[in-house]
């Protein structure tokens, strides 16, 4: 019998010649990230355990990004914790606000986390990390507290389902509407504990930026990783870093719990209505919905590919009058890219706000938090009840080309239309 992506890695790094479906084991973990909210829980209890020194400072990440640059006393707090933890046990990998960037855009950057590795993070979209090809999942901040004692984690080996993808996309369709397609069709619930895998020849011509908005959203269906097999685009990705992992495919044979296949040729973009990502509609169905605020940024549409997109459509355009328009890149080198090339001056012009990197918005902490009443398009991954701010308001999602076409008209809008 075969082996998948997910479950030769998990082999490798628990030291077993096999492995099924529902084994627990103990794995060793290269990478161990943690952030403001959930990396102060993990310190606390690794010093209770009398630990005294981390496994190894090198593979400790500590990133404050959701409610950095703190924005009040208790987040002022939390973010303290995380740098006297670093300075402490000399953790090269923390990084402040001025070098910071939203975790999840930030590690794959800097050539942190590679293809074939084993990376655990106390957030649940630690699943980006898959569409370079290594195994990467949320856990919890008591999981992760052990992983700094010993460099070790207890898992359940998950079941695969695959997802195959066929067709040529249309022009404005990207990795997050055929994630945002997946999760439509299978629910909020419909890979619970499970790896999805993408592949296909559609994922096989995505550049990394759009896989990895497709990983980053696995979680959003229940996934516990969202894997894609590396390939050149893989190897252009990480060419400029020393370390360059390990590349593992899915056997011929592998087992599977369930395989999807979708000729996605006819696809619109896709748009996730409130209040769950699997309340997922075409775009053009919801043209008159008329919106407060528009956000493009957060780890999952960050990138500098994400805001070149944005500038195209608002070059020389203005945003519509009473809306508010808020641009955050994900990191610092995304952010001087921007003002290099000029998008930040665009999206100025235009009226909008461009952001430090911050998490912020996306999860209700800061930088444009919805009051009752108020209706938000964003290119973020969750539109819970409440999830960026009064439970009265309401939150759509969408790809980044929507996002700007629709901060022009003020409703939702394909760029098409622009």
């Given at each position: 019998m075969g082996y998948t992506i997910a479950e030769k890695i998990l082999m490798a790094h628990s030291g077993k010649s096999s492995i099924k479906p529902g084994e627990f084991i103990e794995a060793e973990v290269d990478l161990a990230l943690g952030n403001d909210i959930t990396a102060p829980i993990a310190i606390e209890e690794f010093k209770k355990s009398g630990s005294a020194k981390v496994f190894d400072r090198f593979k400790v990440v500590l990133v404050?990004?959701?409610?950095?640059?703190?924005?009040?006393?208790?987040?002022?707090?939390?973010?303290?914790?995380?740098?006297?933890?670093?300075?402490?046990?000399?953790?090269?990998?923390?990084?402040?606000?001025?070098?910071?960037?939203?975790?999840?855009?930030?590690?794959?950057?800097?050539?942190?986390v590679m293809p074939g590795d084993l990376v655990i993070g106390a957030d649940s979209h630690t699943c980006t990390y898959g569409a370079l090809g290594c195994y990467s999942t949320g856990i919890g901040s008591t999981d992760l507290a052990r992983a700094y004692i010993d460099g070790k984690i207890w898992l359940k080996v998950p079941q695969s389902v695959k997802f195959i993808f066929k067709g040529k996309p249309n022009k404005w369709v990207t990795g997050k509407d055929l994630i945002l397609y997946t999760i439509g069709q299978i629910g909020v619930d419909g890979a619970i504990y499970k790896v999805m895998e993408f592949a296909g020849p559609v994922i096989k011509d995505l550049s990394m930026d759009d896989r990895l908005a497709m990983s980053n959203m696995a979680i959003e269906a229940g996934g516990r990783a969202g894997l894609i097999e590396p390939d050149e685009?893989?190897?252009?990705?990480?060419?400029?870093?020393?370390?360059?992992?390990?590349?593992?495919?899915?056997?011929?044979?592998?087992?599977?719990?369930?395989?999807?296949?979708?000729?996605?040729?006819?696809?619109?973009?896709?748009?996730?209505?409130?209040?769950?990502?699997?309340?997922?509609?075409?775009?053009?169905?919801?043209?008159?919905?008329?919106?407060?605020?528009?956000?493009?940024?957060?780890?999952?549409?960050?990138?500098?590919s994400d805001l070149r997109i944005a500038a195209r459509i608002l070059k020389n355009k203005k945003i519509k009058s009473g809306l508010k328009l808020i641009v955050i890149p994900a990191t610092q080198k995304i952010y001087l890219q921007c003002v290099k090339e000029g998008l930040a001056e665009v999206f100025v012009k235009a009226g909008g706000v461009f952001s430090t990197p911050t998490c912020g918005p996306c999860l209700g902490g800061h930088m444009g938090i919805l009051t009752d009443g108020e209706v938000a398009l964003a290119t973020t991954n969750r539109n819970f009840i409440g999830r960026m701010g009064s439970p009265k308001s309401f939150v759509y999602l969408s790809n980044p080309a929507v996002a700007a076409a629709s901060s022009v008209t003020g409703k939702i809008t394909h760029p098409a239309k622009i």
């Open positions: 404050p990004d959701h409610f950095a640059p703190a924005k009040d006393q208790r987040s002022a707090n939390q973010c303290k914790v995380l740098a006297d933890f670093a300075a402490e046990q000399k953790i090269k990998n923390y990084f402040e606000v001025g070098c910071m960037g939203i975790e999840h855009v930030l590690l794959p950057e800097l050539g942190l685009t893989t190897k252009k990705f990480i060419a400029g870093f020393k370390r360059k992992g390990k590349f593992y495919n899915s056997d011929e044979d592998a087992v599977y719990e369930k395989t999807y296949e979708w000729d996605v040729s006819k696809l619109e973009p896709q748009v996730a209505c409130p209040h769950l990502p699997s309340n997922v509609k075409p775009v053009s169905q919801l043209k008159e919905i008329k919106l407060d605020q528009v956000v493009i940024g957060s780890c999952t549409n960050g990138r500098i």
